[in-house]
């Protein structure tokens, strides 16, 4: 009981009841200083979510683009081989036309010649 009212009295005593408010103050800028860390905690992991979102993003339109490069890259390069095939074949087909022409060109002389050979023997009989 003594403890009791000496416990009373201290709290009625001004230097006890202004620790008190102070000791709350300090209490309560401890719970706003914690609850400002767990925001900012909050804020920084939504800030790495969205740059990992971001960056992954970023990841699948290269991925895209350098898909999209390829295709071109090999539709050119296919498109490349089938021209130089039909240049080839344009080529082929000239050579074997020259050649043609050629042939019929030296078969014509042959039968000139040979039309002026026997023209020859009969003007000589």
Known sequence: MVQQQQAQQAAQDPIVQMQQQ???LQAQ????KTAKDQTDAQLKAAQIETERMRIQSQMEMDGARLGAQIAKDQMEQEFQQGVEAV?????GTRIGADIARNI???????????AKAVETKKGNK
């Not at 800028?29 to 706003?32: P, T």
């Open 104 to 114: 019929a060109a030296m078969q014509q002389q042959r039968e000139q010649t040979t």
């Open 22 to 24: 102070e000791l709350q």
């Open 29 to 32: 800028e401890l719970q706003r």
């Open 87 to 91: 240049r080839h074949e344009i080529e």
